[in-house]
């Protein structure tokens, strides 16, 4: 079993940035894709970004593309959200997560406890 362990999050105004970083420990998980869902008050979860195991193929929502950038350190096991020109609906609670395919990665039994984010405007 892998753990997770998500930080970075915080207060910004609308047009700021955040930087997310989730660590994962218990096994390599060179061979996984990494990613970041989020789940805003009243909404279920969502795909946000997810990177593929040698980091040079990154997916994203069509709401963040072009602002947000995922990023991974295989030799630190850690997975990167560069999060730019962030917008109110941004506002969420994100998560990391690791799965094996990224097709079913939101029903990996993997997850970070949680970092919220919170944009105003």
């Known amino acids: 079993q892998v753990q997770l362990v998500g930080s970075g999050g915080g207060s910004v105004q609308a047009g700021g940035s955040l930087r997310l970083s989730c660590a994962a420990s218990?096994?390599?998980?060179?061979?996984?894709?990494m990613g970041w869902f989020r789940q805003a008050p009243g909404k279920e979860r969502e795909f946000v970004a997810a990177?593929?195991?040698?980091?040079?193929?990154?997916y994203y929502a069509d709401s963040v593309k072009g602002r947000f950038t995922i990023s991974r350190d295989n030799a630190k096991n850690t997975v990167y959200l560069q999060m730019n020109s962030l917008k109110p609906e941004d506002t969420a609670v994100y998560y990391c997560?690791?799965?094996?395919?990224?097709?079913?990665?939101?029903?990996?039994?993997?997850w970070g406890q949680g970092t919220q984010v919170t944009v105003s405007s």
């Open positions: 997560s690791v799965n094996t395919n990224i097709a079913t990665m939101s029903r990996s039994t993997s």
């Open positions: 218990g096994r390599t998980i060179s061979s996984y894709f």
């Open positions: 990177i593929n195991w040698g980091g040079t193929s990154p």
